[in-house]
């Protein structure tokens, strides 16, 4: 979400008549979108406005602004903080992003935190003819924002606002207009996007909502989309016709990435989750029954208040179970005005570096377990680009993992394209595979692994 944020203000600054630099130190403008999710970081900020102090005395005229959860939690503090930095706005502000840029040549600091419960905020300009986004094939559309849940753990109600969901309309048109500028995968947003339309479904703005489940539908009907995905769910607000969508829907990707944060329902509990570990079991079930070879990523949190040795053994069991093929996983880390923030009972920093590397190192078995078991399968990739590997093209494939294969710079497909190809290696953080013909007029079929997926603990109907 912060990188379309990104995206939106690099949009609105091209539509102002500005160009993006090649480097910072080309650069008039520096504008840095933050993450308050963690403390550090918060503190990685700090470091970074310490350190454009010197950038921005080196030539005169340079203006820097900062942006996103950390410019909303901190306000004008920042200003006052830093005299280096110019403009201080949060995401609920973004198209004023030109105006505060010109307001700053003229000498004004000025912050702008205030929340805007309107829809007015989701009022942004098309993407702009000279701008091409930082992800060729694929893009971003936002359909909800803001979270009404209020984990104990979370600042996200504070910084990101209480729940909004955009008029369906809004969205199935710039989802039109992104695929008739080349997108072939299009990715849903919200902070709990499939909970969608909820608050509005009991209101009168309700004609202007769907239920999420008939948004993916109706975007799985534009022509020339050829890949759907959505994030981040809630395990809460997964519905039968979710789960359904999952089978029914031909653009809808096999991956979903599920938040589980802990396997301990006392954990659980204390986090605000609304779900417990049984309620989540089922959950996968359904969705692996609706289709077999999904892939699970989830997000984890070790070391949280009161959490215990059993806490998290049974973390580990049931990551063990699912078989989740990729996981975040963090230190619990206090925010401010968070509900944890007060809890007394807090875990020993090493001991919780302890549970973090014991954590990491399971998913690091489980991923390399799963790249393995799709050695010698196809798959259909969406070039991103270069790969770290020399000589390399990069992408993903529909389960959202990276694949490296080896072109010739006479046939090297262009980022933004699609091409067939078999996993030949696996290694614990990629596939490596190769391409394969295109038929004359056609398009390799995609496969599944070749194996049954990790997390076959897990019972499927």
Not at 39 to 49: D, I, P, Q, V, W
Request: charged letters at 25%; one cysteine or more.
């Amino acid at each position: 979400m912060n990188v379309h944020d990104s995206e939106k203000v690099a949009n609105l600054l091209y539509h102002a008549g500005h160009v993006a630099a090649e480097q910072e130190v080309d650069a008039d403008l520096l504008v840095l979108n933050t993450c308050s999710i963690r403390e550090k970081a918060e503190h990685r900020l700090y470091s970074e406005l310490g350190a454009l102090r010197a950038w921005k005395a080196s030539r005169p005229g340079r203006i820097v602004g900062v942006a996103g959860c950390v410019a909303q939690q901190e306000g004008d503090a920042i200003l006052r903080r830093f005299p280096q930095v110019d403009f201080v706005f949060s995401t609920h502000n973004l198209r004023l992003v030109p105006h505060m840029v010109s307001a700053a040549r003229r000498g004004l600091r000025d912050a702008r935190t205030d929340e805007d419960a309107s829809l007015a905020r989701f009022d942004l300009p098309d993407r702009h003819p000279d701008y091409e986004g930082s992800t060729p094939g694929r893009a971003f559309v936002t359909v909800m924002e803001g979270c009404d849940l209020f984990c104990s753990f979370c600042v996200v109600p504070t910084t990101r606002g209480r729940e909004i969901s955009r008029p369906a309309d809004a969205i199935i048109a710039e989802a039109r207009a992104l695929v008739g500028r080349g997108a072939r995968e299009l990715t849903l947003l919200g902070q709990t996007v499939n909970a969608y339309g909820r608050h509005e479904a009991r209101r009168a703005a309700a004609a202007d909502t769907l239920p999420f489940a008939t948004l993916l539908r109706r975007l799985d009907a534009i022509p020339g989309l050829v890949r759907l995905r959505y994030t981040s769910p809630h395990p809460a607000f997964f519905d039968d016709a979710l789960v359904r969508a999952h089978a029914e829907l031909p653009t809808l990707q096999p991956h979903v990435h599920l938040p589980l944060q802990s396997g301990s329902d006392a954990v659980l509990a204390r986090m605000r989750r609304r779900y417990s570990v049984a309620d989540y079991r089922d959950l996968v079930e359904r969705l692996r029954a609706a289709r077999p070879d999904l892939a699970l990523t989830t997000d984890l949190i070790v070391g949280f208040p009161g959490e215990s040795d059993a806490d998290f053994e049974a973390t580990l069991g049931l990551v063990r179970e699912v078989g989740f093929v990729d996981s975040y996983s963090f230190k619990y880390s206090p925010r401010p005005n968070t509900r944890a923030a007060g809890f007394a009972d807090a875990v020993a920093p090493e001991r919780a570096s302890e549970r973090l590397d014991a954590l990491q190192g399971l998913q690091r078995e489980l991923t390399l377990r799963y790249h393995r078991s799709r050695v010698g399968s196809r798959c259909d990739v969406l070039l991103e680009g270069d790969s770290r590997r020399g000589g390399q093209a990069s992408g993903r494939d529909p389960y959202h993992r990276v694949v490296n294969l080896a072109v010739t710079a006479d046939a090297r497909p262009a980022p933004g394209e699609i091409v067939p190809v078999r996993v030949i290696e696996a290694t614990p953080h990629s596939l490596i595979a190769e391409p394969l013909p295109v038929p004359s007029g056609a398009v390799e079929p995609a496969a599944g692994p070749a194996d049954e997926p990790v997390g076959r603990a897990i019972p499927r109907r």
